[in-house]
């Protein structure tokens, strides 16, 4: 009796419970915007420290929407996770990330202007199909 005990005292180790996935919503309004709006900022970078931020951001991002891809803990995140279309935007955003970060890389303002314009349609037109009320905001 006192084996038993012991032994399912002993089953009961404190493994702590996997952290909740954020929210898509969360992803959305934490990471996504204000790494979006370090790319849309940008005016003159100089010095590679300058180039480094809008680099760190890209990476940000494509990490980000790469998250999305799996759901998350809103209601409704995994059901969209699920739509070939939505995966079809996050597509989108990884395409014209990559090319801002090959724009950062060169030190192609220009190319990075371009890039910046890629990013920003996925954004209305994902929110056009998935979360219509935003797509009207200006971010
Ligand atoms: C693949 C689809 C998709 C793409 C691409 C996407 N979003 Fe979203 N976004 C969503 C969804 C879905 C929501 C709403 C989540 C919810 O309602 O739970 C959302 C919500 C938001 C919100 C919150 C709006 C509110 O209602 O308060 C912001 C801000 C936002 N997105 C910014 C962006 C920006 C900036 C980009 C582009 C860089 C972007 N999103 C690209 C799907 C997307």
């Known amino acids: 009796m ?19 996935k954020p929210s898509i919503m969360v992803l959305m309004t934490d990471t996504i915007t204000p790494a979006s709006d370090i ?18 951001a890209a990476v940000t991002l494509m990490e980000t929407f790469a998250a999305t891809r799996n759901g998350g803990g809103g209601p409704n995140d995994d059901g969209w996770a699920d739509e070939a279309k939505f995966q079809a935007y996050i597509d989108q955003e990884v ?5 801002a970060r090959a724009a950062i890389a060169a030190r ?11 990013l920003y349609t996925p954004c209305e037109e994902c929110h056009i199909d998935y ?8 971010y």
């Open 95 to 99: 395409v014209a990330l990559k090319q």
């Open 108 to 118: 192609d303002l220009d190319g990075l202007f371009d890039a910046g314009g890629e």
């Open 39 to 56: 790319i849309w900022g940008v005016e003159d970078p100089q010095a590679d420290e300058e180039w480094q931020v809008l680099d760190d």
């Open 2 to 20: 006192s084996t038993g005990l012991m032994a399912c005292t002993a089953d009961e180790p404190a493994e702590p419970p996997p952290p909740p």
């Open 131 to 138: 979360n219509p009320g935003v797509a009207e905001e200006p």
